[in-house]
């Protein structure tokens, strides 16, 4: 009977994780992680905890515990990096962070010794690198990603630094932040427990958090050290000489973390190699150009692209140049930090990629192209608060009219129909 529960309790929070628009495809890796990270208990409780974030009080409702114990039960699995917490207000808020970035990645953020983490990273390994379902599922099951990738800002040109905007530079994302955490690359750290370690023996100090996830990830059981602007851009400027790619959170604003990442550790990099030409991030407004003239064919750009976008094939005059593949090219500007002759040059695409806005906006069009939107409304079978209603139909408001009438496909809704009904009708009459 005792077996039986334990499974039960790891399944029903395998359900609460799929209840993400993000999720995990199951399978005995998922179930082993899991019971890794989680005890039985904190598998059991967790898995009734409601998407949005949630007091303690409606902790204490929904456990059937007092106030005062619930708190002291969430605080214990911040301290596990399970949960993080905000305050808002005065008012202090939990809520379970998705897989990625997420639960699974701050497990490894920092040494501990209360889990076996060379286990959890050969099971880490399996399911993601052997297995791929998670993966697949992570980059490729919407159109909008989860993650993009920011230009290497000393490799533009003083035309393109002028024109480059403040969203697309990871610089920006520095001097805006109100916290600013540094972990241990979560990629890295488990590939070295798995025997697969860092091709080009990068830095395992360059995992930047941003914001409340910062905060939390340093006050509830130092998974990132706080840190100030200066040590961050120092951070970047390591990066860049390692040939790092920075890879952030897919916002316009407020991102909550910027990776640096090798070809040879990130999951996103590795599956960019993997299931060429499908794009597992959103590039850079960048693209490569070479200048022949220049080209002295040395392959040093080659060597250092981390997704292999960039092969040397000799011309008629017998002499070997760079050639870029446009279409799986991420524009992260790797390429151009390493040439010697100065022969590369990143120019603006002809197209420009669309960023969302904010985190709410990203949730809204992914879970839309996923077809989970109304998970974003309804949670435990119960009705969102208005705020969160507010949120969520405000972003659909502004979308292009086809993720519209998608949105009110999934929603069902005749709320959302009258809503986007009184818009057109507005639109007509302007």
């Known amino acids: ?10 399944k029903n929070l395998e359900d609460r994780i799929n209840w993400f628009t993000q999720g995990a495809p199951v399978s005995d890796s998922l179930y082993h992680i899991l019971q890794v990270l989680y005890t039985e208990k904190e598998a059991k409780w967790v898995a009734k905890l409601p998407v949005r974030p949630f007091t303690a009080k409606r902790a204490a409702r929904i456990w059937n515990t007092t106030e005062a114990r619930a708190e002291k039960f969430l605080e214990h699995l911040c301290g596990k990096a399970l ?13 379970m962070p998705p897989p ?8 490894l953020m920092r040494t501990r010794g209360d889990i076996d983490q060379k286990y959890l990273s050969q099971l880490y390994y399996q399911y993601m690198n052997v297995e791929e379902d998670f993966v697949k599922d992570l980059f490729y099951a919407t159109e909008t990603k989860l993650g993009r990738v920011y230009v290497q800002e000393p490799v533009l040109t003083t035309e393109n630094t002028l024109h480059i905007l403040d969203y697309e530079r990871a610089s920006h994302i520095v001097e805006e932040a109100e916290y600013i955490g540094l972990g241990t690359c979560y990629c890295r750290h488990k590939m070295l427990h798995a025997g697969h370690p860092c091709e080009i023996d990068a830095p395992l100090d360059v995992c930047l958090t941003f914001g409340n996830v ?13 840190i100030d602007k200066a040590e961050a851009m120092d951070v970047l400027e390591r990066s860049y000489a390692h040939n790092l790619v920075q890879i952030g959170e897919n916002v316009r604003e407020n991102p909550a973390f910027i990776c640096n990442c090798c070809g040879c550790c990130c999951e996103a990099l590795q599956a960019a190699r993997k299931f060429s030409p499908m794009q597992p991030v959103a590039t850079t407004n960048y693209l490569p150009e070479v200048e022949e003239s220049r080209c002295v064919g040395c392959g040093k750009c080659a060597k250092a692209c981390p997704i292999q976008a960039i092969s040397m094939k000799e011309g008629e005059d017998g002499k070997k140049r760079a050639v870029i593949d ?7 500007g790797v390429c151009a930090h390493n040439c010697p002759a100065k022969a590369l040059e990143l120019k603006r695409r002809p197209v420009q990629v669309i960023t969302p806005v904010n985190s709410t906006h990203r949730f809204v069009l992914q ?3 996923k077809g989970t939107l109304q998970n974003l409304v309804f949670d ?8 969160a209603m507010a949120a969520v139909f405000g972003t659909i408001l502004k979308l292009p009219p086809l993720k519209q009438a998608l949105a009110s496909k999934q929603f069902k809704s005749i709320y ?4 986007l009904s009184s818009q057109l009708n507005r639109k007509k009459g302007e």
């Open 100 to 107: 990625m970035a997420g639960f699974i990645e701050f497990a």
């Open 416 to 419: 959302l129909d009258r809503l």
């Open 326 to 332: 446009t279409e799986i090219c991420l524009g992260c």
């Open 214 to 226: 910062a905060r939390s990830l340093a006050e509830n059981g130092s998974y990132a050290r706080l």
């Open 380 to 387: 435990n079978q119960a009705f969102a608060n208005h705020r």
């Open 367 to 369: 879970a839309i192209e």
């Open 83 to 95: 949960l993080v917490d905000s305050f808002h207000q005065g008012v202090r808020k939990f809520v």
């Open 1 to 10: 009977m005792g077996h039986i529960t334990s499974r039960d309790a790891y």
